[in-house]
């Protein structure tokens, strides 16, 4: 079984920082593929961040390059998604999903990826 829990939300004003979490077990720590996604309300889930655990390979989507980096603890199971400069507009639900792909292919697109966590609230305030 893929279990995946995310941690780290809350809420903070418009420059401030936060780190999520995203701690996999059961069959997620053979995926090599882990990835953050978000869903504001009224909006479609849109993938933030990848990482190809094997290589550290990293990816993101362009409103957050600068500003998110995603990183991995092998000895704790644990990816991150630490959070610079926060915007109003990056206030949603923040998803960790585990995906098997070559490092080439892990990308913050949902296809990529099977399981996911059951998300940790961000908000941004002006």
């Known amino acids: 079984q893929v279990q995946l829990v995310e941690s780290g939300g809350g809420s903070v004003e418009a420059g401030g920082s936060l780190r999520l979490s995203c701690a996999a077990s059961g069959s997620a720590l053979s995926r090599n593929c882990i990835g953050w996604f978000r869903q504001a309300p009224g909006k479609q889930r849109e993938g933030v961040a990848a990482i190809s655990v094997g290589f550290a390979h990293t990816k993101y989507v362009d409103s957050v390059k600068g500003r998110f980096t995603i990183s991995q603890n092998n000895a704790k199971n644990t990816v991150y998604l630490q959070m610079n400069s926060l915007k109003p507009e990056d206030t949603a639900t923040y998803y960790c999903?585990?995906?098997?792909?070559?490092?080439?292919?892990?990308?913050?697109?949902?296809?990529?990826?099977?399981?996911w966590g059951q998300g940790t609230q961000v908000t941004v305030s002006s």
């Open positions: 999903g585990a995906g098997q792909a070559t490092y080439w292919a892990c990308t913050p697109v949902e296809g990529v990826f099977g399981y």
